[in-house]
């Protein structure tokens, strides 16, 4: 299994250019997060889905969208990139909700810088 | 109001001392869950131990320990006898019933001096 997949790694944008940072995972999951990691600091969520076809704004949804068409898939779109958008974004999944032991598995992550 | 509270920026404690990472959370949903996350410098998210809500004992998991609190709202993390290795970023996030959010706290940064 190769887990949650996070691509690319790295990218550089440019102000108002537009970007997929894809997520994909193999472990049959139900529930899928974004979130993003400014330096030094925690971990503030974007969007989540709990199903395909069902997504949720988190905390800080603005100048995101999200879609959730697959089980497997859940990318995450930045239409006018910004620079207060330059953070790494961590792409999680689990298996089950509330209630039972089901952390979340993470991707390795996506460095993004926004010139 | 921030939903998960961890007040210690930072730590430094001495190899072989145990140690204790505070977290407060608020939430009036009755079933929710607590995770603790290790952090370290190469930047991977690591699991550390859970405690669901309707838990009688506190969790355990190794060296960690969890000091779970209900009335207090409080699931401060336990590391006993603590390596060189534990240093890190440690997240305390917690799971609401509601609509299965994660939120996270804004982590405590560990220093394991030798």
């Known amino acids: 299994n190769a887990g949650v997949t996070q691509t690319p790694k790295f990218r550089i944008l440019k102000i108002g250019q537009s970007m997929t940072l894809q997520c994909t995972q193999d472990m049959n999951h139900n529930y899928m997060y974004w979130y993003r990691q400014d330096p030094g600091m925690g971990l503030k969520l974007i969007y989540y889905s709990v199903g395909a076809g069902i997504t949720d704004k988190g905390e800080v949804p603005n100048g995101y969208n999200v879609s959730r068409s697959t089980t497997e898939d859940f990318p995450l779109r930045l239409e006018l990139a910004a620079p207060s958008q330059t953070s790494v974004y961590f792409c999680?999944?689990?298996?089950?909700?509330?209630?039972?032991?089901?952390?979340?598995?993470f991707g390795n992550g996506t460095r993004l810088t926004v010139t | 109001a921030q939903k998960i509270t961890q007040t210690q920026p930072g730590m430094f404690v001495q190899e072989k001392e145990a140690v204790t990472l505070d977290c407060t959370y608020d939430?009036?949903?009755?079933?929710?869950?607590l995770f603790w996350y290790k952090q370290p410098s190469s930047g991977e998210m690591i699991f550390l131990i859970y405690q669901g809500s309707y838990d009688e004992q506190n969790a355990t998991e190794g060296r960690y320990s969890l000091n779970f609190q209900k009335a207090r709202k409080s699931a401060n993390l336990v590391i006993s006898a603590s390596q060189l290795g534990d240093s890190a970023m440690y997240f305390c996030?917690?799971?609401?019933?509601?609509?299965?959010?994660?939120?996270f706290g804004k982590g405590t940064r560990l220093h394991i001096l030798p």
């Open positions: 939430t009036s949903d009755q079933s929710y869950g």
């Open positions: 999680a999944s689990s298996y089950l909700g509330t209630g039972n032991n089901s952390p979340l598995h």
């Open positions: 996030a917690m799971r609401e019933g509601r609509d299965d959010k994660i939120i």
